[in-house]
């Protein structure tokens, strides 16, 4: 079975701090993709990052870097300098690497963020 | 934004009734599933549709039912509305071949039963 755990479920924070959203994840799978979505209060779910199981390098993203370790089943999300337009709510998510499965995406609870001025 | 778009946006229906959400998958596309995701929830998996088969179902009864069509397009019906079937509902498209890319997600719609 798959599993995602976002154990912080709502986060603030002052302009211009940084901030690490975790996520920590559950699978039998040997490949598998793990992602993390941005929900701004329109809905939508923006794709910020997707990671496969045999890519531990951490990735930055301009303000945005992922912290991904297999041995803690961890793929932690780190705002640095935090601006107001990142308030949303941050979903990690699971997906199966194996072809001819559904891609279907097992999502945490999400993670709220509130940054204040 | 995406190329992935959903009508309508929002939707009041009566318990009881039955509801069809729509869905058009971003150009080049072949797969599109849909979630539902209740307020305060990370979006649950309902079912995947890759050309025109169901292909992947989660845990919803089978008053939740779907359609591809040969351009892609979706749609998500519900029979037998319940009040607990207030959500949004989300459809997300990706090309599920070599190039397995993520999914793109639409912006949903948002049912609302009384």
């Known amino acids: 079975a798959q599993k995602v755990t976002q154990a912080q479920t709502e986060i603030s924070v002052v302009e211009k701090e940084d901030v690490t959203l975790d996520c920590v994840y559950e699978?039998?799978?040997?490949?598998?993709?793990l992602f993390w979505y941005k929900q701004p209060p329109s809905g939508e779910l923006v794709f910020l990052i997707r990671?496969?199981?045999?890519?531990?390098q951490n990735e930055i993203s301009g303000r945005y870097s992922w912290n991904f370790q297999k041995s803690t089943s961890s793929f932690n999300f780190t705002i640095t300098a935090s601006q107001v337009v990142d308030s949303a709510v941050y979903f990690c998510?699971?997906?199966?690497?194996?072809?001819?499965?559904?891609?279907?995406?097992?999502f945490g609870t999400g993670t709220r963020l509130q940054v204040t001025l | 934004e995406t190329g992935v778009t959903q009508s309508p946006t929002h939707l009041i229906k009566t318990r009881g009734q039955q509801v069809t959400l729509r869905c058009s998958s971003q150009?080049?596309?072949?797969?599109v599933s849909w979630y539902q995701q209740a307020l305060g929830q990370g979006p649950q998996f309902i079912f995947q549709?890759?050309?025109?088969?169901?292909?992947g179902r989660g845990n919803f009864p089978p008053r939740f039912s779907g359609l591809q069509f040969p351009n892609y397009s979706s749609e998500l019906n519900v029979n037998a509305l319940e009040l607990d079937d207030s959500a949004l509902y989300l459809c997300?498209?990706?090309?599920?071949?070599?190039?397995?890319?993520?999914?793109?997600f639409g912006q949903g719609t948002r049912l609302t039963v009384v």
């Open positions: 549709y890759y050309r025109e088969e169901e292909n």
């Open positions: 997300a498209s990706n090309d599920r071949g070599p190039l397995n890319t993520e999914a793109f």
């Open positions: 990671r496969n199981s045999f890519d531990e």
């Open positions: 150009s080049g596309h072949n797969t």
């Open positions: 998510a699971l997906r199966r690497g194996l072809t001819g499965t559904a891609s279907k995406l097992t």
């Open positions: 699978t039998r799978d040997t490949t598998y993709y």
